[in-house]
């Protein structure tokens, strides 16, 4: 099965950075998704950011230009770096990856983290 941890998570002012780690038990670069979603209380999970097994890369538009996803390869892990962060960030960010080409909401993701608290004050 895969395993998914996250990490970095924490609370920091608006305007700083914050980068989250996603250590998988598979080689990433076997999965055709990788994404980052977040969830507030109250609220649907949101796709923030995934990169395909070709390195393309997808940003939702709240996020575009502060955010950047990446991934390496030898150490199996995903990257999210998160700067000029906005109170509007604040959520609990999980980690997903699907082995397969899919529509890339979250209910099609087969495996997940169990979530990283990022809080913006």
């Known amino acids: 099965d895969v395993q998914l941890v996250e990490s970095g998570g924490g609370s920091v002012q608006a305007g700083g950075s914050l980068r989250l780690s996603c250590e998988a038990s598979?080689?990433?670069?076997?999965?055709?998704?990788m994404g980052w979603f977040r969830q507030v209380p109250g609220k649907e999970r949101e796709g923030v950011a995934m990169i395909d097994r070709d390195g393309i890369r997808n940003y939702a538009a709240a996020v575009k230009g502060r955010y950047t996803i990446s991934k390496d390869t030898a150490k199996n892990t995903l990257f999210l770096q998160m700067n000029s962060l906005k109170p509007d960030d604040t959520a609990m960010y999980y980690c997903a990856c699907a082995p397969n080409q899919i529509t890339r909401i979250p209910t099609n993701f087969p495996y997940w983290g169990q979530g990283t608290q990022v809080t913006v004050s």
């Open positions: 598979v080689a990433v670069g076997s999965m055709f998704y």
